[in-house]
């Protein structure tokens, strides 16, 4: 495609990001890789190529703005911790963004991991167009404590020497104010574009709890006065009110989860502006009963989702029913893959969530969270040509982010892929446009 190419899309439905609403009979004139125009009956030179997109919904390109990159299958999440090489998961990120991309998630957010994944290897080479694949904003690490959710030799610690050994090649895990100023200062140099910390225990890992504080106020003031002096944001794995709470105290950007959330919490994240990234989706078979899709699942896993359903189903609520600024994230590390990205729009339908709040989630909100609002998440002139449309009705049907009928980024058109379980696939839906 060169460089000054014309091109109109013609929209059945159009969601922009900016209105609530889907719009009927728009256009959009894209010249080279940006937005010309938004409008009807929008008049365009002779040699204009007509992409007719007028049976499907369009919309910005998606965002997800939670994920972990590193795995070709969720199965070998914990054997990562052993068996893979550097190498093996920077490939496995190649792929994710490829096939996030496929999917129409033209961005997505990779929230860390312990080791080494070159993910930042991953978005040079997407922005230098030698990988087709989903825009990526990368944290490299997590900055994290031996013990924490963040350190897998969880997995290995009945053997001491080798979860010392092992831990010592996690960058981002340690001990003490002086070693997060320089962990920090680190992740930055590297190219880092946001800072993730684990800040508490989880539900996946065996020897920690969704309620422990991971961190002391020691280290946490390292991280976020040295954040502050570098101006690099902050997000944190955090589920409980307490922690949350203390977070916000610090002047933390966003918190990703907030699954055990109180009214209390919901409150200060909306007068403080931070943000919220719930993930609905890996706690979905615990709060809906999927007995199926829970046996998938390790057994330090079910039984933590066992204590806390009630409050899992209270946190929701309280999420759902606020005001606070929502962002879109999957954080698939168990179930799904991690470019099935699809699935937590369904997971947000599933429950009662506005689907004009889960749009505004994964556009507009999510290219604000990954400090891109400047060049994608809505669809109006001087903006990227990063555009999705889906076969689905997005109003009505929870599997319409797995149905991408067509995906663009920077003007470019790339194939598709569905995403629609089969035994969905096989029933006709009267909602299909």
Known sequence: MTKDKNIKIKCGKLYDGIKAELQENMEILIKGEK????????????????????????????????????????????????YYSDGWRALAVSNTVQKSLAGGF??????????????????????????????????PHFLCTPGSHGDMTQVVASNPHL?????????????????????????????????????????????DSPEDIQMNDSEFKAIFDTAKELGISTTAHAYAPNLIQKLISFGITGIEHGSLMDEETARMMEESDTYLVPTFMPYENAIHGDEASLAQKSPEFRRKLGIYKDRLVKGREVIINSNIKLGYGTDFVTVHN????????????????????????????????LEIDDIVGTIEPGKLADISAWNRDLLTDPFALM???FVMKNGKVYPTECRVPEDILEKVPEHVI
């Open 35 to 82: 937005i010309l125009a938004v409008g009807r009956n929008l008049a365009c030179p002779e040699d204009t190529e007509i992409i007719d997109l007028s049976k499907v919904t369009v919309t910005p390109g998606m965002i997800d703005a939670h994920v972990h990159p590193q795995f070709f299958d969720w199965h070998d999440t914990y054997d990562d911790t052993v």
């Open 163 to 207: 979860a010392d050994y092992l831990q010592s090649l996690y960058p981002g895990c340690g001990s003490g104010a002086d070693f997060f100023v320089g962990a920090v200062r680190r992740e930055v140099k590297l190219g880092a574009d946001f800072l993730k910390i684990m800040a508490t225990g989880g539900f996946a890992t065996p020897n």
């Open 403 to 405: 149905d991408c009928a």
């Open 106 to 139: 033209t961005s997505i957010r990779s929230v860390g991991w312990f080791r080494e994944d070159f993910a930042l290897d991953v978005k040079r080479a997407v922005e230098k167009g030698y990988i087709a694949g989903a825009r990526l904003i990368v944290a």
């Open 338 to 369: 991690s470019y099935e990205n699809g699935w937590e729009y369904w997971a947000w339908l599933n429950n009662g969530m506005d689907p004009f709040r889960a749009l505004a989630a994964a556009t507009k909100n999510n290219a604000e969270i």
